[in-house]
């Protein structure tokens, strides 16, 4: 069993700047992918970033603006939000692929006014 807490996440004003962090704990091994997703009000979660395999995958939306990383030493993985734009605005979700499973945090509003 992985839980995952994400934090970070706030109030930005259109062109600033969050850095999402997501700790991971519990079972942590056999990692298959690692990603960020999202949902804004009224639409389905959508992909943001995916790491698979050593493969990291953009959203075409955020390419450019936002960056994927992790601190293995401290089971947490980041989301480096950069330029950001009021359509960005939603509930950030971290995800984790473990031994077959999946595995989601409980979310972290980021609201970017214009």
């Known amino acids: 069993q992985v839980q995952l807490v994400e934090s970070g996440g706030g109030l930005v004003q259109a062109g600033g700047s969050l850095r999402l962090s997501c700790a991971a704990s519990?079972?942590?091994?056999?990692?298959?992918?690692v990603g960020w997703y999202r949902q804004a009000p009224g639409k389905q979660r959508e992909l943001v970033v995916r790491?698979?395999?050593?493969?990291?995958n953009y959203a075409d939306s955020v390419k450019g603006r936002f960056t994927l990383s992790a601190d293995v030493a401290k089971n947490t993985v980041y989301l480096q939000m950069n330029t950001l734009k009021p359509e960005d605005t939603a509930v950030y979700y971290c995800?984790?692929?473990?031994?077959?499973?999946?595995?989601w945090g409980q979310g972290t509003q980021v609201t970017v006014s214009s």
């Open positions: 995800n984790i692929d473990s031994r077959g499973r999946s595995y």
């Open positions: 790491n698979t395999g050593g493969a990291t």
């Open positions: 519990g079972s942590i091994a056999s990692i298959s992918a």
